[in-house]
């Protein structure tokens, strides 16, 4: 028999592990909620049909492909098969796949439930989603996504509330960060100001790796890409100036440029008079690379002026798509959305030590007990302070002592009862506080007042 | 384009199901921690090595197989190719599966875990499982299962508390259920005493169909299986022994009935002076099939006489298995579990209108405003309402009353507050109460006292 292993790029989790990352989600759900947002959940697996082609030539490899059951060579593609054609053959083969992203089955749910939902549509979704990347330190290939979406509203109130989101989950988990927001229309007036509105794409590939590769590497792929020294200087101009009223006058001349100026306007107006705890700033260098955001534009990353010891990428990020459910053939239906990097979070907050006290926790108290009829005893009275709402656990044995303590150690366990004759004769019974050694009698109410004082 | 669809056998959930769902989840999940069960969690995928043989040939063939990533044919095997042998193809394309239940993965998970766990390990785990099974009413390829297992003790201690959780979440969950118990080892006793111990499978597969079949078929199917009237005219009258006093003298001949008996003492025992809800019995026609249990056995099905309206299979099952882990090579470790069937019991619980009222309600209050400042005011009236702790929205344009009421009817929201000019000159609002209608006007502090009772 081979040991046992599971495959790369996935996790088993430690009960305080599924604690820690749990105590993440509900953060994240429970300000999701105070916002009005509905939680909906998708299934696992989704028909290839729906995801093929929405994530880019990369992203369909990177599609986990579920093997049709039955025969299923009795309907493959024979020609796919005598080229031996993998990835030709994979599509009469294999007609359902594992969900890539949130994103896409929302806009699958939109369409597929609009009778049923009302617009605008304000949902979240904390689901794990699977990506056949290569494994690496803090990349696995099953990891949870906590999205928060708007379908089927324009207003600019909802990316104002989304910053907001982002505020206070940070502000409950005690994480100082700072929240960038910029637009793709100001980046675009930016591209046509500057004469290069054909070469958007690469322009926002190219600064979007700015914090990798710094201002003379973005200038070389700008320059491989045959924009010229005079154009990059003028765009880096406008890419450094980070005051609205600064950049409003040299965008005059783009209507998008103006465009983007006065959504962040509108943005910060609805902010007024709002106090948040973060360091939310404008930042005309936040591209988002090659996404299909059309709006605005956030991402958040560790405050290391707070937390000088974090080297970590983005953990939050998200804007507006002006066509989200196109894709499936509904049309004038506008997104707005934010994601939480839920994975890198758990690790910022280990590293931080930001957990609560007590968090992995749970069990208050062990029974001990030492010959058949204490334990039946230990039984009923453990039965009791579960009743009373005390998580309460009995070693499964009369045996020895010191074996029962040492499961009580490993359990981390703060309390411990000891039920020998004594105790069944007199009915008090001997509670111990695992910390300070200290032992005493009580009766059972006693204790559990003791016990839910202690919680 | 084509209509947007999802996998058969699969679903979406809409807020109120997703609510309802976790709220089955919570009530389950709180018991389990009450009784000291720890959360873990596994991969949705697991190495199909993992998962093969495990279920019997019947349940390979519903396992789903994630086909390998890249250029698969490659490796692939080149006979089962030229034969067209999609089974034996599938194992050299394929080396992932999605998880089939959560109990072969806990196996997995506490021997590969063995250092960092503590023996007796009680875990929980509510998870979605997979299978190829063809679906039909109440019958999903994709569902849950919420599971409480204990490995590495013999205790039946534990027998006890299981039962007790069974007890506990459906006391909570307002619905009346019969617990059944028997013991595997009972079911031995008797066909040795009735001399058709090599027939025990049959005899169990049979007496599973009981409640489907009855006696008559019964009969006939052990007949098929070459087992004599005498027989099975006496096996009959054993099944019909359900007092364990009664039934003891009659397995007194068989060494592994008077276990059994023996055991089920023992579980009375601990329970003995204990207060049920439910209705607990001995059942020794209970034969939980083709399962791999060795010594106590549950199920439990809805109480017909307290809800006469129900027509359903049983709703949780478990019990004791002597080898939990000896599959991945790791001897001597005993297990025993109880299993809830969420999707019924919310089938359940829907049909006998017992989910808690305001359930699906979690929006308190939309803000109405009528032209762009205040609705910029109420921007800034809601944000305080959420910081205080009340889910509030806002509808996202100040447009025409008529619409807005509209929406809010539509999200069932229990207040609205209306935000004109004169509530933006006086700073005092006007409050709405969707049920009653009635209207009045209060500051903001006010109206958090009054949404904060109204929870």
């Known amino acids: 028999m081979s040991k046992p292993a599971i495959p790369k790029g996935t996790r088993d989790f430690l009960p305080h592990e599924v604690r820690k990352r749990q105590y993440i989600f509900d953060t994240i759900r429970q300000v999701f909620e105070l916002w009005g947002y509905q939680p909906i959940e998708t299934p696992a697996v989704e028909l290839l049909s729906t995801l093929m082609g929405k994530y880019g030539e990369e ?15 009795a309907k493959a593609d024979r020609e796919a098969l005598q080229l031996m054609d993998s990835y030709r053959l994979a599509l009469s083969i294999a007609k359902r796949g594992l969900r890539y992203d949130l994103t896409v089955p929302f806009a699958r749910f939109v369409v597929m439930h609009q009778h049923q939902i009302s617009l605008p549509f304000k949902r979240y979704q904390i ?16 990891f949870y996504q906590c999205d928060a979406d708007v379908a089927g509203a324009d207003s600019l109130m909802y990316e104002a509330e989304l910053l907001q989101i982002y505020d206070e989950v940070f ?11 910029n637009n793709r229309k100001i980046l675009a007036g930016m591209a046509e100001v500057v004469g290069i509105a054909d070469h958007f794409t690469a322009m926002t590939t190219a600064i979007d790796k700015l914090d990798k590769i710094g201002w003379e590497g973005v200038r070389a792929e700008l320059a491989q890409r045959g924009i010229g020294a005079e154009a990059q200087t003028e765009l880096q101009k406008l890419l450094h100036t980070a005051q609205l009223d600064a950049l409003a006058p040299l965008l005059e001349n783009s209507e ?10 509108t943005v910060w107006a609805y ?42 990428g983005s953990i939050g990020g998200g804007g507006r798509y ?17 994601s939480f990097g839920a994975e890198r979070i758990y690790d910022v907050l280990e590293a931080l030590d930001l957990f609560p006290q ?14 058949r009829d204490t334990h039946r005893f230990a039984f009923r009275q453990m039965s ?20 029962q303590m040492k499961y009580a150690n490993a359990l981390g366990v703060p309390w411990v009862i000891l039920v020998g004759e004594d105790e069944l004769k007199s009915g008090k019974l001997t509670l111990k506080n695992m910390q300070s050694g200290e032992q005493s009698a009580h009766s059972l109410d006693e204790i559990i007042a003791i016990l839910r004082a202690s919680k």
């Not at 689901?127 to 099953?142: F, L």
């Not at 998008?256 to 306007?265: F, K, S, T």
């Open 384 to 403: 009791a302070l579960r009743q009373a709402g005390i998580a309460a656990d009995l070693y499964p044995e009369p045996t020895k002592m010191k074996k």
């Open 256 to 265: 998008l440029g103006r465009a983007g100026i006065e959504e962040l306007r």
């Open 171 to 181: 502000r409950r988990l005690g994480l100082k960060v700072r929240i960038k927001l």
């Open 127 to 142: 689901q794990p989603v699977w990506r056949a990347d290569r494994p690496q330190k803090g990349r696995y290939q099953e």
């Open 59 to 73: 992203g369909d490899k990177l599609l986990f492909r579920i093997l049709n059951n039955g025969d299923f060579l």
């Open 358 to 371: 007590g968090l992995t926790q749970a069990l208050q108290v062990l029974f001990v007990a030492f010959d």
């Open 271 to 312: 902010l007024d008079g709002i106090t948040l705890h973060q360091h939310l700033s404008f930042d005309p260098t936040l591209a988002r690379g090659l996404s299909y955001y059309t709006g605005c534009i956030f991402e958040v990353v560790v405050d290391t002026d707070a937390h000088p010891s974090i080297r970590m």
């Open 322 to 338: 002006a066509d989200l459910t196109g894709i499936f053939g509904m049309k004038g239906v506008s997104g707005v959305g934010i």
